[in-house]
């Protein structure tokens, strides 16, 4: 994977000195180990709107979402993976530990088939086909319900997205 963009200098930096407007926004979003904000956030904060947009839909996924949390991580890590994103990857892993997923299930998520799950087989075919493929879909169909498979469309297109701003702005992990 590519880190969630390392590789060079960040395009767009985080911001180091907030305006109000901005350490509002920041103080809704999740702290790094160096207690402040992830790099992820600093960065969308020059676009204050666009963050809270984004905040609003990552916050139902992450808060209110109708799939489980374990489910959630499958599905974001598998996606982290098939993104090249580094850092959604780093940041997400210690997410699906307390979610429930043990080491080995991760790696069987980094694995090619991804251990079997219909979740990230759909994943998969997203990413290569742009659409769930009859089979696959028939399999989550026989789990989940209409809102669960509608969510798990815009998950999948979440994460992507997040990762095509990380890895394109070179977001890098804190600590870097």
Same mark, same amino acid.
């Given at each position: 994977?590519?880190?969630?963009? #390392?590789a060079?200098?960040?395009?767009?930096?985080?911001?180091?000195?907030?305006?109000? +407007?901005?350490?509002?926004?920041? #103080?809704?979003?999740?702290? $790094?180990?160096? $207690?402040?904000?992830?790099?992820? @956030?600093?960065?969308?904060?020059?676009?204050?709107?666009?963050?809270? =947009?984004?905040?609003?839909?990552?916050?139902? @996924?992450?808060?209110?979402?109708?799939?489980?949390?374990?489910? =959630?991580?499958?599905?974001?890590?598998?996606?982290?993976?098939?993104?090249?994103?580094?850092?959604?990857?780093?940041?997400?892993?210690?997410?699906?530990?307390?979610?429930?997923?043990? /080491?080995?299930?991760? +790696?069987?998520? =980094?694995?090619?088939?991804?251990? $079997? /799950?219909?979740?990230?087989?759909?994943?998969?075919?997203?990413? *290569? *086909?742009?659409?769930?493929?009859?089979?696959?879909?028939?399999?989550?169909?026989?789990?989940? *319900?209409e809102?669960?498979?509608?969510?798990?469309?815009?998950?999948?297109?979440?994460?992507?997205?997040?990762?095509?701003?990380?890895?394109?702005?070179?977001?890098?992990?804190?600590?870097?």
């Amino acid at each position: 994977m590519n880190a969630g963009g #390392a590789a060079g200098e960040p395009r767009i930096p985080p911001v180091d000195a907030p305006d109000d +407007e901005q350490r509002e926004l920041l #103080a809704k979003t999740l702290i $790094g180990p160096d $207690g402040r904000p992830l790099h992820v @956030f600093s960065t969308l904060v020059r676009h204050p709107r666009l963050l809270r =947009r984004v905040n609003a839909l990552g916050g139902l @996924f992450m808060a209110h979402g109708s799939l489980t949390d374990r489910e =959630r991580e499958i599905v974001v890590l598998r996606t982290a993976l098939q993104s090249g994103s580094d850092y959604e990857w780093a940041q997400h892993v210690p997410i699906a530990h307390r979610a429930g997923l043990s /080491d080995d299930e991760i +790696e069987a998520i =980094r694995g090619n088939d991804g251990g $079997g /799950d219909p979740l990230v087989r759909a994943v998969d075919e997203l990413h *290569d *086909d742009g659409e769930v493929g009859d089979a696959t879909w028939d399999a989550l169909a026989e789990r989940y *319900d209409e809102n669960q498979l509608l969510e798990l469309l815009f998950l999948v297109g979440f994460y992507r997205m997040l990762a095509g701003y990380l890895r394109s702005v070179r977001v890098r992990l804190e600590g870097l």
